[in-house]
């Protein structure tokens, strides 16, 4: 398929509370969001016309900044507002919705007090990359770069500058002919995929590492809500690497990755199961409720 770059499309960009046309919104090089990764963001999913658990993502953007040391100048309502506009002005109703935030180029030095807050909401199709395969499952490979001490790195937030180890793993995967990698921690635990939560199913039970050190994913925390509707146990625990043979069925959890079965890590085989295939189900069918139908759905 041919790559249609992201800065060469129709459609039009929220930025700063305006709608701009797509191939406009430019950026200075001297921001200071470049050179230093002074930037967060979120990726999010809408389906029928409603983004899926958009509060949480809105709240998750402004928290992140907020761990940066920035404060977004837009409230929660009105970046709910933009993100629903942004949607519906490039005519989609199953989408992708990215905002950013990052610091501007008053200034451009480790400090960076004078800086503006920027904030822009691009939405683009992206349907789940493995439609109707999806079931066969993806391959990961273990990835060399470790997800840090949360004393190293601002891990509770998704700051644009913790994706520099996710690109180098995902490249360093790919290159070894796999989808994705599959990280350890600081302490060569389980942790994550580059951009999803990953699951485990062992005796008929799902296994989740804590996320006491990556982000602990709104589909994360949907699925394990899902699950324990079910009346599946759910274990959040410290899961090392070799305990990932035992697992019957995996898979990752995150919003552009839904839930996505995998088939292989590194030379371990997995048969994407009944329980990933009922957790998938319930994913799609909860994500296409009306919101108000998804709080009563998860509702205790
Ligand atoms: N971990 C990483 C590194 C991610 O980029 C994402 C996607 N935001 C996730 C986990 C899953 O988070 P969520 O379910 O909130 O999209």
Redesign the pocket.
């Known amino acids: 398929m041919a790559l249609v770059p992201f800065d060469d499309r129709d459609g039009q960009i929220w930025w700063d509370g305006d709608l701009i046309p797509w191939r406009d919104a430019r950026l200075h090089v001297l921001s200071h969001g470049l050179h230093y990764a002074s930037a967060v963001f979120e990726?999010e999913r809408s389906y029928n016309g409603n983004i899926f658990k958009l509060r949480e993502h809105t709240e998750r953007l402004v928290e992140s900044g907020r761990i940066l040391g920035f404060e977004i100048p837009f409230g929660m309502d009105a970046i709910d507002a933009a993100c629903r506009q942004v949607l519906a002005v490039n005519g989609l109703t199953d989408g992708y919705i990215r905002p950013l935030a990052w610091r501007g180029a008053e200034q451009l030095s480790v400090s960076a007090q004078q800086t503006r807050i920027h904030l822009m909401i691009a939405a683009w199709s992206w349907p789940n990359l493995f439609g109707d395969d999806r079931m066969k499952g993806v391959r990961l490979g273990m990835a060399d770069w470790k997800r840090p001490h949360p004393e190293t790195a601002p891990t509770r937030s998704?700051a644009a500058g913790l994706y520099m180890i996710?690109t180098m793993s995902k490249h360093a995967a790919e290159a070894r002919g796999f989808n994705d990698a599959l990280m350890l921690d600081w302490r060569g635990q389980v942790s994550?995929a580059?951009?999803?939560?990953i699951f485990f199913v062992m005796d008929g039970a799902l296994h989740t590492p804590i996320p006491d050190c990556?982000?602990d994913?709104?589909?994360?925390r949907t699925v394990i809500a899902l699950a324990r509707k079910c009346g599946l146990q759910v274990v959040e625990r410290v899961i090392m690497p070799d305990e990932m043979q035992q697992a019957d069925e995996v898979f990752l959890?995150?919003?552009?990755a839904e839930i996505t079965p995998v088939r292989e890590i590194d030379g371990l085989q997995f048969t994407p199961g009944p329980i990933t295939e009922m957790l998938l189900t319930d994913y799609e069918a909860l994500v296409r409720m009306p919101p108000a139908e998804v709080a009563a759905r998860l509702a205790a």
Do not use: D
Request: proline letters at 0%; zero cysteines; charged letters at 15%.
């Open positions: 990726g998704k996710g994550e580059t951009g999803a939560n990556f982000l994913g709104i589909t994360r959890a995150g919003s552009a």
